[in-house]
């Protein structure tokens, strides 16, 4: 049984307030799920009203972002966290969700595996995204993945950038299907993070009845219409997104 705890990792560019869309992803974390226990691990406690609101709710873990994995360097903060959770994860047991991961429903009935991934992309077979991850503390699947690290090559947004949090698990999964349950593309990162997917999300209005998350995909989403959001607007305005983002407030 993967335990009910949350995993939370961000390490902050530069001296920014903490967004009212990760306080939103908190409060669905836990409003949603009711976990034992939500940990958030940064290099350094967020700032602002919204951390504030939801800093009682989560256990601020202080961590350093690994500059290397076994000896292979790594280059970007975004490969960075994608060894950390692993760590993290192998070491713990729980649930990990990215920071611009908003929860529709409770992952309770995935709790029963031992490990759980869900598919990127409808059409394209584009793999299985690290962008949530339900795993069992030293999960057989999770040390085989881990393992791979060790021919990390990536030197940031290159041709390698998403080998290992994308295509690796994949590959994994072929050779191991025991080790892994797989949901759906829409369970988990579906709309994509195409500008015409994106409008799905944050200009029309969907509900997407098999989603248990949304993934944002805030590296596409975040200068159009993440950074442009208010508390006013999420109440007023109907759309994916924010029907469901009004309720964690």
């Keep these: ?66 500059k290397y994995v076994f000896d292979r360097k790594l280059y970007h903060l975004a490969h960075k966290s994608d060894v950390l959770r692993l760590q993290i994860l192998l070491e713990q047991g729980g649930i990990y969700i990215d920071m611009d991961v908003i929860c529709k429903k409770p992952f309770t009935d995935l709790l029963k595996h031992d490990m759980v991934l869900g598919k990127q992309g409808r059409w394209r077979k584009m793999g299985l995204c690290n962008g ?17 690290f060790r021919n990390f090559r990536s030197k940031g947004n290159d041709k390698y950038w998403s080998e290992m949090s994308v295509s690796k698990p994949k590959e994994l999964a072929k050779k191991h299907p025991d080790l892994i349950h797989k949901e759906p593309y829409n369970s988990f990162h579906y709309p994509l993070y195409y500008p015409y997917s994106l409008r799905r999300i944050f200009v029309h209005c969907n509900d997407y009845k098999d989603a248990y998350c949304h993934h944002l995909w805030e590296a596409a989403s975040y200068k159009k219409y993440l950074s442009k959001l208010t508390e006013k607007e999420i109440l007023k305005k109907d759309t994916t997104y924010n029907i469901i983002a009004r309720k964690y407030l």
């Excluded at 409060?27 to 939500?38: A, C, E, G, T």
Aim: charge should be positive; avoid cysteine.
């Design 1 to 66: 049984m993967i335990p009910n705890i949350f995993h939370l990792i961000y390490f902050y560019k530069e001296n920014v307030e903490f967004p009212l869309t990760h306080s939103i992803t908190v409060n669905s974390v836990r409003m949603l799920n009711n976990p034992d226990k939500i940990y958030f691990y940064s290099d350094r406690a967020p700032e602002g009203k919204y951390w504030e609101k939801i800093s009682p709710y989560v256990k601020l873990v202080k961590v350093k972002a690994p």
């Design 132 to 148: 949530v991850i339900l795993a069992n503390k030293d999960s057989e699947f999770l040390k085989l993945w881990y393992d791979e």
